[in-house]
């Protein structure tokens, strides 16, 4: 079914809502949201902490998604009894409190939603290229789309050529043209923190070029974080070059960095928005763009469309989270609980530990090769779980800790505890440990 974007100024509506008949099970909704732990082993994928799977908690600090999906079950039920999907063409009463939720937080004029996150950048994708024909008058055909080294957008066509990375890309092709980290020309690579490559693709093709696509933070390729000012200064060309800036905030909004966008931190306002995961509390499959009146309204009725984007479980669901994100400051908490988590790792001064980095929840431990040759960043993340806490591991060397944002600062301080225990067991078995007077921990192979 074709759809526009949605302004989000969009009136409420009741004309097609359905009336519960009875209220949902009980024991489907605990509650207070964020305080109740289920008392009994749970096969569900997520709920407060800690999971308990086979009869063992865990401490999760894997995923980037959850909020508080016991505080979200309820939300889900409730409207599972009464509308869950309707056509494009009726009115529901959920769907414009979401457009209105939507903006009364993140302050953009309009909303399209879809349902997963690289569904929402193909969108974003779609909207700067009709956008670079309608108003900036790029020839059909032409309209070139640039993205930063070592991102990921997701699995599907369009997000794979825009990646460098081979594991992405390899027997994918042929890949979509016009799109990608490098210059169609020079084929010169736009590598990320780099405004010199971005300045430099721009002078040669800015006049035919829509839009450039980042993450604020690079969160799969081990949470690497840009200059503080890299943001501002990508904003500021792309404003000289006339060219649309799409922000990814698929794993870095939220609050998951300290802010509601981690654009934020820059003090800029992107162009385009790209949300996904987290908006939902990761119980449900919801993602949206965000962007102008001027941009997305290049959309016309009939050229782009979503069966369930929008959908009113979904945006029930999303409502809910976007509530507790606000209520409980969940950004806020995140900052807060974020320095201590790197405050409490850097001060073990473990000799195998070569950076800890991040903001907000969303970190990373980076393992230093040169003293660690034995033990790749997997079978570490599979000893800190055998200890009762889930990590990612990414690349060969680096541990991505993103717990989430309800964690508190008990649970925090057993996830620190957990990773000295570990990295003291890889030291003691790589040689002899010494401390210099200053407790910077020494390395001495047996």
């Known amino acids: 079914m074709a759809q526009q974007p949605a302004s989000t100024d969009a009136p409420h509506t009741n004309s097609s809502s359905l009336q519960p008949t009875r209220p949902p099970p009980s024991n489907l909704l605990p509650s207070p949201p964020t305080q109740l732990l289920l008392p009994k082993p749970s096969t569900l994928k ?17 995923e980037p998604r959850p909020l508080s999906t016991l505080g979200l079950v309820k939300a889900l039920c409730q409207q599972a009894e009464r509308l869950t999907l309707s056509s494009r063409a009726f009115h529901n009463d959920v769907f414009p409190k979401w457009a209105q939720k939507i ?42 789309v640039f993205s930063a080294a070592g991102n990921f957008h997701g699995r599907t066509m369009t ?11 390899e027997n994918y092709g042929p890949y979509l043209p016009g799109v990608g980290a490098s210059c169609p020309v020079t084929h010169n690579t736009i590598h990320f923190d780099s405004v010199s490559d971005l300045e430099a693709a721009l002078t040669a093709h800015g006049h035919e070029t829509a839009a450039f696509i980042v993450e604020p933070i690079q969160g799969e390729a081990g949470v690497v974080i840009p200059a503080d ?26 609050g998951r960095t300290g802010r509601v966008l981690c654009s934020e931190w820059a003090g800029i306002k992107a162009d385009m928005i790209v949300l996904g995961k987290a908006i939902s509390g990761g119980m449900y499959p919801v993602s949206c763009v965000l962007g102008s009146k001027e941009i997305m309204l290049t959309i016309e009725p009939g050229t782009h469309g979503s069966t369930y984007g929008g959908n009113p479980l979904g945006c029930a669901v999303s409502i809910c989270a976007l509530e507790i994100m606000e209520t409980e400051d969940l950004a806020g908490r995140a ?80 996830a620190i505890k957990i990773i000295r225990e570990t990295f003291q067991e890889l030291t003691n078995d790589l040689g002899e440990v010494k401390e210099d007077e200053s407790g910077q921990q020494t390395l001495t192979p047996e």
Not at 110 to 124: F, H, Q, S
Not at 159 to 169: Q, T
Not at 381 to 398: D, F, R, S, V, Y
């Open 46 to 62: 997520k709920n407060t902490l800690p999971i308990i799977i086979t009869r063992f908690p865990y401490l999760q600090c894997r």
């Open 103 to 144: 903006k009364s937080i993140f302050h953009y004029d309009m909303v399209l939603p879809m349902n997963t996150g690289a569904e929402a950048v193909e969108t974003a994708i779609k909207i700067a290229r009709k956008w670079a024909y309608k108003v900036k008058g790029i020839p059909a055909h032409k309209a070139l």
């Open 159 to 169: 997000a794979v050529s825009l990646s460098v990375d081979s594991e992405s890309r």
């Open 229 to 254: 000012d890299y943001l501002t200064r990508v904003h500021q060309v792309c404003k000289e070059h006339n060219v649309l800036l799409i922000c990814d905030e698929i794993q870095t909004g939220m």
């Open 335 to 414: 900052e807060a609980m974020g320095i201590i988590l790197r405050e409490g790792i850097t001060k073990l001064n473990s000799p195998l530990i070569k950076k800890v980095r991040g903001k907000g929840l969303l970190n990373a431990i980076v393992i230093d090769d040169s003293r660690n040759s034995q033990h790749t960043a997997w079978d570490i993340c599979i000893m800190l779980k055998q200890k009762g806490l889930l990590a990612k591991p990414t690349h060969e060397n680096i541990i991505r800790l993103a717990p989430p944002l309800i964690i508190s600062e008990v649970m925090i301080q057993e």
